[in-house]
């Protein structure tokens, strides 16, 4: 069965910490991507990677980073977190090939900045 | 660029009734198209996906599609809904921007699927 896995469902965090989500797929896949759902706006791509040490930014960078040291792991960092970025996080993955194919999803990030 | 519309954030049907979730969408080039089901707190699931071939779509839990080019559409359909139908529905179309046909989703806002009893 193939796999994304982020590190925590729940997170509580105070205005100005630095916060790290992690993902973790086990399918070899070369894209991942990590996106913002908030109601009324569905989702919306932060960044992509679609090799190791490889990003590109997406609809909404601003306030983000990324990191992918490894192939199945890719972080979003906040620098500096702010109450209008709490919201739900999904990060997924998906395979470069022949025919097109479907993302996979992680359970999600529910983060809270208070 | 890609696009995707659907029109409707909510809709809501009693069980047993026909579910009809709608997604149109924008694209210059051959679409590749995916309709994703996401229960509370949870991720994003397959239903069903188009890239080439037969127009009408068969996917889990009795969910159909079917690409009509000439309308740009990729409606939802199933025959019977289902409690267990209640979910956020999300149609999404391949980005060809970024890397070709392999890169990024985009996803219309989502239609919230309520069943009454």
């Known amino acids: 069965d193939v796999k994304v896995t982020q590190s925590s469902r729940y997170l509580v965090k105070r205005t100005g910490e630095k916060v790290f989500l992690e993902c973790v797929q086990d399918?070899?896949?070369?894209?991942m991507f990590w996106y913002r759902q908030d109601p009324g706006l569905g989702l919306r791509l932060i960044y992509f990677?679609?090799?190791?040490?490889?990003?590109e930014k997406g609809d909404i960078p601003e306030g983000y980073s990324v990191s992918r040291e490894k192939k199945e792991r890719f972080s979003l960092i906040l620098e500096s977190a702010s109450t209008n970025q709490t919201s739900m996080y999904l990060c997924?993955?998906?395979?470069?090939?022949?025919?097109?194919?479907?993302?996979?999803f992680g359970q999600g990030t529910r983060l809270t900045v208070v | 660029a890609q696009s995707v519309t659907q029109l409707g954030s909510h809709v809501s049907v009693s069980e047993g009734a026909l579910v009809l979730l709608r997604c149109n969408y924008s694209?210059?080039?051959?679409?590749?198209l995916f309709w994703y089901v996401q229960y509370p707190n949870q991720g994003l699931q397959l239903l069903l996906k188009?890239?080439?071939?037969?127009?009408l779509v068969k996917g889990i839990n009795g969910f159909e599609a079917e690409f009509k080019k000439s309308e740009t559409s990729f409606h939802l359909t199933k025959p019977s809904a289902h409690m267990s139908d209640a979910a956020e529905y999300f149609c999404?179309?391949?980005?060809?921007?970024?890397?070709?046909?392999?890169?990024?989703?985009?996803f219309g806002k989502g239609t919230k699927l309520s069943v009454k009893p």
């Open positions: 997924a993955s998906r395979l470069i090939g022949p025919t097109n194919t479907e993302a996979f």
């Open positions: 399918m070899d896949h070369e894209n």
């Open positions: 990677s679609y090799d190791v040490k490889m990003k």
């Open positions: 694209s210059s080039v051959p679409p590749y």
């Open positions: 188009y890239t080439t071939g037969a127009t």
């Open positions: 999404a179309v391949s980005d060809h921007k970024r890397g070709g046909s392999q890169g990024n989703l985009i």
